[in-house]
Nanobody
């Protein structure tokens, strides 16, 4: 059974930081490309960050570039999203996603992913 379990969300003041984690089980983490997406109330799901299966290639969405980073730990089968300089507009439910990766490819379209976590709420107060 495939499971992606996010954690680390919560309430933080503007300018603060959070680190989200996504623990993966039930699929081969080493061959999975990973991504983070978010969805705010009344808005479409938005791409945040992606990382290739090896971790060698990453892509960060324009709205969070320079503030967020993505990383992965193969030993722990976990992908992370480090979020710094948080803004109220970063408030959303954050989802991690996994897909079978090819080489150094990362994926930034939600339709490319076939496994999703349940999401974790991030709320940034002004």
């Amino acid at each position: 059974q495939v499971q992606l379990v996010e954690s680390g969300g919560g309430l933080v003041q503007a300018g603060g930081s959070l680190r989200l984690s996504c623990a993966v089980s039930g699929l081969p983490f080493s061959t999975s490309a990973m991504g983070w997406f978010r969805q705010a109330p009344g808005k479409e799901r938005e791409f945040v960050a992606a990382i290739s299966r090896s971790g060698g290639n990453m892509y960060i969405g324009d709205s969070v570039k320079g503030r967020f980073t993505i990383s992965r730990d193969a030993a722990k089968a976990t992908v992370y999203l480090q979020m710094n300089s948080l803004k109220p507009e970063d408030t959303a439910v954050y989802y991690c996603a996994a897909t079978r990766g090819r080489g150094g490819t990362y994926y930034y379209l939600s339709l490319d992913y076939d496994n999703w976590g349940q999401g974790t709420q991030v709320t940034v107060s002004s």
